[in-house]
């Protein structure tokens, strides 16, 4: 009975595999390089939807294109594997590239991450970063060699790290000497605020900072704020700025 069992599960796995295999496959690297979370009743449909699309287009592939060629069962399941595995990073990298983030920024102000941090680290270039401790007058200043994709309890690491003094601007430690090898572990939980600077020809600065026709104006009229800013001794009320001052004095004078 028991091999009888094996056997007939040995001949339905090509439909097993046709039904789910190839969508758990996509989702499962897609989340992993998206750090997507998804619900699990969501994980499952989306993996029958890939795996439907997968499937269904090698089919019509096979019949309006190769209709000439024999495809025995193992083989099909090889091209369905290899097309869940490379369609992620392919897909992926379609959606990270400067053109597709500037038309979702555009049209629906949105990104395909889920974490800021994915957003804003050029990960090709590398940045510097500045990283303010919370409850200390110590900050870090370094090159980000590495980051870990758990939320606000994330880990980022930094190397050629100096330490200051918020207080004085006294350099405390200094590793970006040649007999130094060390590193540094920050916990963003931890952390005041972070500043990240770009190298120039930044893919991720550019599209950051738009890049588009409006952007000089922006940054002129933002420069402007700037220095009325630090050219007065108290802040700057935004209520007359926006105009709400006198929209609210015209309601009193009606009242």
């Not at 490379?86 to 500037?102: A, D, E, M, Q």
């Not at 900072?209 to 700037?226: I, Q």
Request: charged content about 20%.
């Amino acid at each position: 009975m028991n091999i009888i069992d094996l056997s007939v599960l040995i001949d339905n796995v090509p439909r097993l595999c046709n039904l789910f295999l190839y969508g758990f496959i996509f989702m499962t690297i897609y989340t992993w390089l998206t750090n997507k979370k998804l619900d699990m009743y969501l994980y499952v449909l989306w993996g029958l939807f890939v795996n439907f699309i997968i499937v269904n287009f090698y089919k019509a592939a096979h019949t309006f294109i190769f209709n000439d060629y024999y495809f025995s069962e193992p083989i099909k399941i090889l091209i369905y594997s290899i097309s869940a595995i490379s369609l992620p990073f392919i897909i992926t990298f379609i959606l990270n590239t400067n053109k597709v983030r500037n038309i979702l920024s555009k049209c629906v102000n949105k990104t395909i991450s889920d974490d800021i941090l994915d957003d804003v680290i050029d990960y090709k270039k590398k940045n510097i970063v500045k990283a303010y401790l919370k409850d200390s007058n110590l900050y870090y200043l370094g090159s980000l060699a590495i980051r870990e994709e758990k939320g606000s309890d994330s880990y980022i690491g930094l190397i050629d790290y100096q330490v200051f003094d918020i207080d004085t601007g006294e350099l405390l430690l200094d590793t970006t000497q040649e007999d130094y090898q060390t590193s540094v572990i920050l916990n963003l939980h931890d952390l005041k605020s972070v500043e990240l600077y770009y190298s120039s020809g930044s893919d991720t600065w550019e599209w950051l900072s738009g890049n588009r026709k409006y952007n000089s104006k922006f940054r002129t009229d933002a420069k402007l704020f700037y220095s009325l800013e630090t050219s007065v001794k108290k802040p700057i009320d935004i209520s007359k700025m926006t105009g709400q001052q006198n929209n609210q004095s015209q309601k009193n004078n009606t009242n």
